[in-house]
Structure formats: C-alpha cells, structure tokens
C-alpha cells in the first residue's frame, strides 16, 4: 500500500483502485471519489488529482466534489497557488 501511495504522491499512478467497495454497490463517480480520498487519506488532492486517480474526468470530478463539499462529507484543507486541496 505505501508504494502505491508514493506513486500516487509522485503522480506517476492512473486510476489506482479497480473498483472500490462503494463503487461496487454504488457505480457512480461520487462514490469513486469516496473510494480513492478513504483508501487514501494520508494526503490532501487537488481536483485534477482525484479526477486522474479516480478515472472521472476534471469537470466531472469539479462538481462531485463541489456538491461533497456542500454535504459537509469533504472539506477543502488548503490551497496551493490556484489548487485547493
């Protein structure tokens, strides 16, 4: 798991997992979203690295996202130049 979470640091990773738990009950990209950001997270995303890592596109990733933050299940830690993480 560690080398897998270096990769993902690295941005050297694709999509990581094949299908997670809730992806699995629920297809949706909400919960690849929730898969990728529970299985990893030791680190803080930016939107275009859970797009990447979850196998959704930006836009799409941008409004999941965007709605998690509104539901109080996500929060924006940080933002680094013009990402938020």
């Known amino acids: 798991m560690k080398a897998r979470s270096k990769q993902i640091a690295e941005g ?6 094949e299908q997670g738990p ?21 680190y803080d995303y930016s939107i275009s690295d859970i797009a990447k890592h ?15 933050e509104k539901q109080g299940v996500i929060t924006n830690s940080r933002t680094v130049g013009k990402a938020k993480m």
Do not use: M
């Not at 050297?12 to 997992?17: D, F, G």
């Open 22 to 42: 809730l992806e699995h009950i629920f297809p949706c990209s909400t919960s690849k979203i929730l898969d990728f950001l529970c299985v990893f997270k030791k």
């Open 54 to 68: 979850s196998g959704i596109t930006f836009k799409t990733a941008l409004n999941e996202t965007r709605k998690l």
């Open 12 to 17: 050297k990773s694709q999509k990581v997992l």
